[in-house]
């Protein structure tokens, strides 16, 4: 499946808490994960970001990344 990466800045950071949940991987680096909670939905490690990517990798910092099928329905808001 495809992986979409947000800029940080149009995520609602104000919902989800960053857990102690870490992955490695050998293209990217380290991920960091947080839980998202949206009204009673509680989403663990829904979403994960590379704060400090690897050199190859680099465009991806800053970025915000989602486990879709965790997700379900998703909702784009227009602004």
Not at 18 to 44: F, N, P
Request: glycine residues 6%.
């Amino acid at each position: 499946a495809a992986v979409y990466y947000f800029p940080r800045s149009d995520v609602r950071m104000d919902l989800c808490n960053k857990t102690m949940h870490k992955t490695q991987c050998r293209h990217k680096g380290e991920a960091s994960y947080w839980d998202i909670t949206v009204g009673k939905k509680y989403l663990e490690n829904a979403l994960w970001s590379y704060e400090e990517p690897i050199e190859s990798a680099s465009k991806i910092k800053g970025y915000i990344a989602f486990y879709m099928d965790k997700l379900g329905t998703t909702y784009i808001e227009n602004r």
